[in-house]
């Protein structure tokens, strides 16, 4: 047994321990307990940033709804908007198609009372001149002059018949 290496060497091992094992088990239980702490402090931190991410999370998805709904509210909005602009483009389109119809037909309705206007003078110029070709031609040189004394002497007479 005292010539047995593997003897010596276990009592090596238990004298190193009872000699040194008080001075290492402290700083060696101290870096361990240290070690622990901070672990517990990371682990602790951990959680509070899981628990803010969480809280993020909510804040964002119930951001992110609400901004969802607004932006539906906001395209309802805006087409109700675009249907009221095209429905009003519509009636002020046709209004201004009735206004320019109307102005045609009050143009055309002018343009239609001149040119009769025009035809009646023309064929009230050309009664007169065919009148005065076919008188004369058909009464003396002498008779017009008796038509002017006839008509003057007539003259009173239509006149008061007028005027009753």
């Known amino acids: ?11 090596a091992f238990v004298l190193f321990f ?7 088990w402290k ?3 101290s870096a361990l307990d240290g070690r622990a702490e901070r672990i517990r402090a990371e682990l602790d931190e951990a959680a509070r940033l899981r628990r803010e991410a969480e809280q993020m999370l909510e804040d964002a998805t119930r951001d992110r709804e609400a901004a969802l709904a607004e932006a539906k509210e906001l395209v ?4 109700r908007e675009a249907a009221n602009i095209a429905l009003k483009a519509r009636k002020d389109a046709e209004e201004i198609a009735a206004r320019r119809e ?17 035809v009646r003078e023309t064929a009230v110029d050309i009664a007169i001149q065919a009148t005065r070709e076919t008188l004369a031609a058909s009464l003396p040189a002498d008779a017009d002059g008796k038509i002017i004394d006839k008509s003057i002497g007539d003259l009173p007479a239509a006149l008061s018949q007028r005027a009753a």
Do not use: N
Request: charge should be positive; charged fraction near 25%.
């Open 1 to 11: 047994m005292f010539h047995d290496p593997r003897f010596w060497s276990a009592v």
């Open 18 to 24: 009872v000699l040194f094992g008080r001075s290492l």
């Open 27 to 29: 700083p060696l239980v």
């Open 76 to 79: 309802e909005h805006s087409l």
């Open 102 to 118: 109307q102005m045609a037909k009050d143009r055309i309705a002018s343009a239609e009372r001149s040119a009769l206007r025009e």
